[in-house]
C-alpha cells in the first residue's frame, strides 16, 4: 500500500475520543439487548433471591461444612454471571461483526477494530462485577450471609475469573467462523462450566475425584478460592495458580487464532 493510500494513523487525542464513542455506542448496543442484561446482571442475583425464600434453604448442613446452601451458592451465583458475560452474551456480538464485515471495514478507518474488542470485553467484564457486588449485597441483606472477609484475596480471585472467562469466550469468537457455530460451541462449554462451578451441585458435595477434577478448572478453582476469602483466610495459591493458568493459555490461544475477516 502506498503513502498516499495508507490510512492516517489517529493522533492520541483522536483516538482517545474515537475510543469514547465506541464505548458509548457498545454501552447502547448492549442495553438494547434484554436477554443479555437479565441474564449477566439479574438472573444470578434472583436466583439466590429465590433460594433465600426457601426455609431448608438457609439451614447449616454437615456436608457443606456448616454453611448453609444459600451461603454455598453466594460464589456460584457470582461466577454464574461471568459464564453468562463471557460465553453466552459476548461470542455472539464479536463473531457477529466479523460475519458481517464490520471488523474488516473497520480496519480501513480511523476507528480500529481493536476499540471495538476492548469495548465488548471492558462491558462485560463489569456487568459481571457489577452482579458480583449485587449478589453479595443481596446475600447479606435476605439471606444474612456473610460478606467476604478476606476482601483482597476475593477481589484477586473475582478479576481473574473474568478475564478468564472473557479469555474463554474470545477463543470461542476466535474459533467459530459464523454466530450459529460460535451459538452452538458456546452452548456446548456452558452446561459443563455450570458443572464445575457447582451450579448442579456444590463442590463441597462433589464425590472426591470428582472435585479433584473440578478444581484444575477455572470455574472450580475460582468457586473454590471464593469460598476460602469468604471464610477470611487467602485463596489457596493452588487454585489462583490454576485461574492465572488457564487466562494465559486461553487469551494466548484467543491472540494466536484470532481473525479480523
Known amino acids: 500500500m502506498s503513502a498516499a493510500t495508507a490510512p492516517s494513523v489517529p493522533s492520541t487525542t483522536g483516538a482517545s475520543r474515537t475510543g469514547r464513542a465506541v464505548l458509548r455506542a457498545e454501552l447502547i448496543l448492549f442495553f438494547r439487548e434484554p436477554g443479555s442484561v437479565f441474564w449477566v446482571m439479574a438472573f444470578p442475583t434472583l436466583l439466590l433471591v429465590v433460594l433465600g425464600f426457601i426455609p431448608s434453604m438457609t439451614e447449616p448442613m454437615k456436608e457443606l461444612g456448616g454453611l448453609t446452601t444459600v451461603e454455598a451458592y453466594v460464589p456460584v451465583a457470582v461466577l454464574l ?72 484475596g476475593y477481589a484477586l480471585t473475582l478479576l481473574l475469573a473474568v478475564v478468564c472467562l472473557l479469555a474463554l469466550g474470545a477463543l470461542i469468537s476466535a474459533l467459530s467462523p459464523t454466530v450459529k457455530i460460535a451459538q452452538a460451541v458456546s452452548l456446548s462449554v456452558f452446561f459443563p462450566a455450570m458443572l464445575a462451578a457447582g451450579v448442579y451441585m456444590p463442590i463441597q458435595q462433589m464425590p472426591e475425584l470428582m472435585a479433584d477434577i473440578v478444581e484444575k478448572l477455572p470455574f472450580g478453582a475460582a468457586a473454590q478460592a471464593l469460598n476460602q476469602a469468604t471464610a477470611g483466610d487467602w485463596p489457596d495459591w493452588i487454585h489462583l495458580g490454576v485461574l492465572a493458568l488457564w487466562t494465559l493459555v486461553l487469551s494466548v490461544c484467543a491472540t494466536r487464532w484470532f481473525r479480523w475477516e
Do not use: C, D, N
Open 81 to 152: 454471571s461471568m459464564i453468562m458475560a463471557g460465553l453466552m452474551a459476548m461470542p455472539p456480538v464479536i463473531t457477529g461483526y466479523r460475519e458481517r464485515g464490520i471488523l474488516r471495514r473497520m480496519s480501513t478507518t480511523p476507528m480500529r477494530p481493536t476499540a471495538v474488542l476492548g469495548a465488548q470485553v471492558g462491558l462485560h467484564a463489569v456487568a459481571s462485577l457489577f452482579s458480583a457486588v449485587a449478589t453479595l449485597a443481596v446475600g447479606r441483606i435476605v439471606s444474612g450471609v456473610a460478606l467476604p472477609t478476606q476482601v483482597a
